[in-house]
């Protein structure tokens, strides 16, 4: 098993930054991608970003691309995601999530991910 813990969430006005961690623990060995989705309120959950834990190898999605970033440090076995240029529009429950080696399906699938963090609210004021 993979237990996932996410921080960092927060208020912030349109323009300013964040930036989430994501700490992983147990049989970290077996994960060989890691990811951010998130759920506003009334929409389904979507993906933000991924990163390969071995050649942190980075894939994000179009409506973030530019602004976020992610990062991993193997060392720590924790994850970022450095939110900048915020807007109203990013403001979610983002959470992280583990793909083991064996996983299936698209990086941009929630189905491919089996470990989650319990997320952290992401609030951004205009």
């Known amino acids: 098993q993979v237990q996932l813990v996410d921080s960092g969430g927060g208020l912030v006005q349109a323009g300013g930054s964040l930036r989430l961690s994501c700490a992983a623990s147990g049989r970290t060995v077996n994960i060989i991608t890691m990811g951010w989705f998130r759920q506003a309120p009334g929409k389904e959950r979507e993906f933000v970003a991924s990163i390969t834990w071995n050649d942190a190898n980075p894939y994000y999605a179009d409506s973030v691309k530019g602004r976020f970033t992610i990062s991993r440090d193997n060392a720590k076995n924790t994850v970022y995601l450095q939110m900048n240029s915020l807007k109203p529009a990013d403001t979610a429950v983002y959470y992280c999530?583990?793909?083991?080696?064996?996983?299936?399906?698209?990086?941009?699938?929630?189905?491919?991910?089996?470990?989650w963090g319990q997320g952290t609210q992401v609030a951004v004021s205009s």
């Open positions: 999530a583990a793909a083991p080696s064996f996983a299936l399906g698209p990086l941009t699938s929630a189905s491919r991910y089996s470990y």
